[in-house]
């Protein structure tokens, strides 16, 4: 238990579980320890003489560590209420959080593959190496990612654009699934991540935490350093730092040629804090080499053609940590300052400026055919894009003690220059953003309702002809939501929220014109594209006991001008070689689904998990499916808890399954009876391992072991959701050693 501005621990505190009326006292560190406790759903309760009581909502599953941050009692104030799920989110929409030792379990992926352990979420894959999450069926542009509290501005119109963020920087990532427009601007159709630090401390003492994390496949390694500490008076600091390297990736039975990675990333942050006022500016740089398939780039159509129907690649070769042509590298720069000033009078005004810049090169399969430009290596296509933000954020003190509520203003201006083949032209955006948010609780109902207004201008510049032209878009619109929760009890609760919101066309899918190299794909855009708006309904319930815990929930999205990129009836031939053709279209779509989990306790010691995730697709103006949206899946799992083995603890095993179906929800084509250019691949099934355990090393230390073996049965398959899957098989088995050390 800690002061919440100094960080300082509390001796002698209460914690007590309200349900059993059991509980103990912090020592002189802080710590505390309850023992003998079923597994269920818990309110914890902290007080002490000198500041606030709080009541926190707990889920024990198997051994758990509750961090309890206490403000200074200045004033008499009535009890607060902290649960874990984000301000920034309304109540009445589904949240699902990944911290703690779930979140370390992933560590060493890539954003979008740790995310996909969240049920409803999966990956949009470009190969082995790029993976970006997907929420209900929607990716890139309609799912905004918030990192440290600033919208991620990247060239996330591509589907092998992965989000330029370094995952050990997080402390808790956030899915906020359905529309959140009202809070966080337009795009925001299909949800929110958001990836999120710890406070920064306070206190003098030096800590920190190493991560060492290796894969088989790929022979990757990566290792992540993170110090923390304070200077005293309210000052503090983090620095932080990740390498990764890795090489060809293996299928079950060859290996996947030009398949390397090299990553490097930093951050630091330095922050004050007093009783009424804050402040932090962070600085982190993202920077990233990764191989592409080179068997995706096929010099002809007939070699084609026959990689498509053989099911293999004609480029095959061993293991080889070499990155070439065809790669990507990409660096982002961000930089950030927030402040937050609680006037005397109440409420909370906090002011948050940054600057993005986001710089990717593109290298094609072939150098130039000029000796002296092939010897400068210069990249065939270059973005280079730079964004300004800021947030005004004003959140007014209760009233009556129910009514709370926030107002907002917010913008951002971008331009992108690019270099190389006219891909996309140059542009420049202003976008300005106005939004009032209010909650009303009363008895076991909490009722919020919000609106925002968004105004978007855009500036293209592009020659036709060798005249330059400079067409203008102007986008405005309005998203509003409406929500209501309610608890039945203290274990169980039902959430019910209905929004709409909407998305301006961006530039790619406006003016696109050639080669997409990374992803393979000849992509033609559409000057006539109009916004798309959607309508939102969620409905949700949770129940939380002693031996189970369940989730269900349910949505129904309806969005006008649905924006995506078609397949053609042929691929195409370049002077570049050939490639599938897609064109983006324009029509309307319905999104419908249930996401389901439950979590029990079977017997002692052994806990079993269930995950379902359903996805119904259609377009409603032809009447047809859609392509490239996630088929149903069904995820199950057992473990078992040892806790101390000998010297070792909090020791556990588990066995996973995951099954994907066959995408049958196809359209009808020219090609055979489906409009992209292969049927979808057969359903599979993967097994998992899980082990873990804690091992002693010094007083109060430990290092943390993890071990992970991935498509256990080294099972052939092909992901839907793959864009690669048309020249080669998905990874083989994986087996990961995680290591972490928290000093």
Request: glycine fraction near 10%; include cysteine; proline fraction near 5%.
């Amino acid at each position: 238990m800690l002061d919440k501005e100094s960080r300082q621990p509390i001796p002698g505190a209460a914690v007590i579980i309200k349900e059993l009326q059991k509980g103990a006292v912090t020592d002189v560190d802080g710590h505390y320890r309850i023992d003998q406790l079923c597994q269920g759903q818990y309110t914890l309760i902290s007080r002490i003489l000198g500041y606030r009581e709080i009541s926190q909502s707990v889920t024990l599953v198997h051994t758990s560590e509750q961090n309890v941050l206490l403000t200074e009692d200045d004033i008499h104030l009535k009890d607060v209420n902290v649960t874990a799920q984000r301000a920034q989110a309304l109540s009445s929409q589904t949240v699902s959080q990944l911290e703690g030792k779930t979140l370390d379990q992933t560590r060493g992926q890539s954003l979008g593959d740790a995310l996909r352990t969240i049920t409803g979420v999966t990956t949009l894959q470009t190969g082995s190496s790029i993976a970006k999450p997907v929420i209900h069926g929607m990716h890139s542009n309609r799912v905004l990612i918030l990192n440290n509290g600033i919208r991620q501005e990247g060239q996330q119109w591509g589907s092998e654009h992965a989000p330029e963020i370094d995952p050990f920087v997080a402390n808790r990532m956030t899915v906020i699934k359905g529309a959140a427009g009202v809070r966080f601007g337009s795009d925001a159709i299909g949800g929110v991540i958001l990836v999120e630090p710890a406070p920064l401390p306070t206190t003098k003492t030096v800590h920190g935490e190493l991560n060492l994390v290796g894969f088989t496949n790929g022979r990757q390694g990566v290792a992540s350093l993170q110090t923390e500490g304070g200077f005293g008076k309210g000052f503090g600091w983090r620095v932080q730092g990740t390498i990764k390297r890795g090489g060809n990736v293996r299928t079950p039975n060859y290996y996947l040629d030009n398949t390397g990675i090299s990553e490097q990333n930093f951050s630091a942050a330095m922050g004050y804090r007093a009783a009424r006022f804050r402040s932090e500016i962070y600085y982190s740089r993202f920077n990233s080499q990764i191989g592409i398939f080179s068997g995706s780039h096929i010099g002809s159509l007939t070699d084609l053609q026959a990689v498509l129907e053989n099911g293999e690649p004609f480029v095959k070769s061993g293991f080889s940590y070499t990155i070439g042509r065809p790669y990507q590298q990409i660096s982002h720069d961000l930089l950030k300052w927030k402040t937050d000033w609680k006037p005397v009078a109440g409420g909370d005004l906090s002011l948050t400026l940054a600057r993005q810049f986001d710089d990717r090169m593109e290298y094609d399969l072939h150098r130039p055919k000029n000796d002296s430009l092939a010897a400068l290596n210069r990249p065939e296509l270059r973005f280079r894009l730079t964004t300004y933000t800021g947030d005004l954020v004003f959140e007014h003190k209760p009233i009556a003690d129910k009514l709370t509520g926030s107002l907002g203003i917010s913008g951002f201006y971008q331009y992108n220059i690019m270099n190389g083949r006219p891909l996309i032209p140059n542009f420049r955006t202003y976008n300005a953003g106005i939004f009032w948010i209010e909650k009303l609780k009363q008895n076991r109902w909490e009722y919020e309702a919000g609106l925002r207004y968004d105004y978007r201008h855009m500036q293209v510049f592009r020659y036709e002809n060798k005249v330059l032209q400079k067409p203008l878009y102007v986008f405005q619109n309005f998203s509003g939501t409406l929500g209501a929760t309610f608890s039945v009890s203290d274990q169980w609760s039902m959430r019910f929220n209905a929004g709409t919101s909407w998305r301006a066309p961006n530039v790619s899918e406006l003016f696109s014109d050639g080669v997409h190299h990374g992803a393979a794909a000849y992509e033609l855009g559409d000057s006539n594209l109009r916004p798309e708006v959607a309508y939102n309904l969620n409905l949700s319930t949770n129940y939380s006991g002693k031996r189970v815990q369940t989730e269900v929930g349910f949505f129904y999205n309806t969005i006008q001008n649905y924006i995506y990129l078609k397949p053609q009836a042929e691929p195409i031939l370049t002077i570049r070689g050939a490639f599938p053709s897609f064109k983006y279209t324009q029509t309307d779509a319905l999104y419908a689904g249930m996401d389901a989990g439950i979590q029990a306790e079977l017997f002692p010691k052994l806990s079993g998990t269930s995950k379902l995730s359903l996805l119904y697709v259609q377009d409603t103006r032809l009447n047809q499916p859609i392509v490239m949206t996630p088929p149903n899946r069904w995820e199950n799992g057992l473990r078992y808890d040892f806790g101390k083995v000998g010297k070792w603890r909090d020791a556990y095993a588990g066995v996973g399954n995951l099954w994907v179906a066959r995408q049958n929800r196809v359209p009808a084509g020219p090609r055979s009876a489906n409009s992209d250019f292969l049927p979808p691949p057969p359903a599979y099934s993967l097994w998992n391992l899980t082990a873990g355990f804690a091992v002693p090393v010094a007083k109060n230390h430990q290092i943390d072991v993890g071990l992970t073996v991935n498509n256990l049965f080294n099972t052939v398959y092909r992901d839907y959701l793959n864009r690669f899957r048309y020249y080669a098989d998905d990874p083989g088995r994986n087996v990961s050693v995680r290591l972490k050390w928290k000093f």
